[in-house]
T-cell receptor, first 115, second 110 residues
């Protein structure tokens, strides 16, 4: 069983479209994240939710809207897609109550290509 | 802003130990050292973490200097499947996000 699963794995779309990426974790964790890895391979945090509440919101255009219907899911909706949104998006989860460390488990990524 | 410095790349021979250095001279007392790796086309994978003591698990060993200004990740017997980008990250326990730098691209050669 995949611990953190993202769908779709690949997403090709036109500029201006609206798209969503879904993420689910079956680890029972209470915190989930979205990271973006650009063409230069740098990984940057975008959002984080803890118990369905937004706790991290980095400098991300408001075209990006995360939605957490429950602790096991964190979806990413992107409006009016732009060429610069092309990247690989990774979902991750962790258990915040682990006093030793916040080990994050990552999904396999969603490669978004905006044409 | 990455608080660590790593060599951009290194090669190692299959079956030999791989020693990956990391400098974190501005580390604070409440910051842990984490190592993650990213194999090509996969998501990052946790390897190990530590505060000040040396740590070992089934994947690797982490050696942290006494002044905590640097550390070394040791892969005891590198295999071809260990070829990946390795990230050294420092982070306070109460900071949820991971701040990735450029990492070290490790190539294990047969």
């Amino acid at each position: 069983d995949t611990a953190v699963s993202q769908t779709p794995k690949y997403l090709v779309t036109q500029m201006g479209n609206d798209k969503s990426i879904k993420c689910e974790q079956n680890l029972g964790h209470d915190t989930m994240y979205w990271y973006k890895q650009d063409s230069k391979k740098f990984l940057k945090i975008m959002f984080s939710y803890n118990n369905k509440e937004l706790i991290i919101n980095e400098t991300v255009p408001n075209r990006f809207s995360p939605k957490s219907p429950d602790k096991a899911h964190l979806n990413l909706h992107i409006n009016s897609l732009e060429l610069g949104d092309s990247a690989v998006y990774f979902c991750a989860s962790s258990q915040v109550r682990d006093r030793v460390a916040h080990i994050q488990y990552f999904g396999a990524g969603t490669r978004l290509s905006v044409l | 802003d990455a608080k660590t410095t790593q060599p951009p790349s290194m090669d190692c021979a299959e079956g030999r130990a791989a020693n990956l250095p990391c400098n974190h001279s501005t580390i604070s007392g409440n910051e842990y050292v984490y190592w993650y790796r990213q194999i090509h086309s996969q998501g990052p994978q946790y390897i190990i973490h530590g505060l000040k003591n040396n740590e070992t698990n089934e994947m690797a060993s982490l050696i942290i200097t006494e002044d905590r200004k640097s550390s070394t990740l040791i892969l005891p017997h590198a295999t071809l499947r260990d070829t990946a980008v390795y990230y050294c990250i420092v982070r306070p326990l109460n900071d949820y996000k991971l701040s990735f730098g450029a990492g070290t691209t490790v190539t294990v050669r047969a």
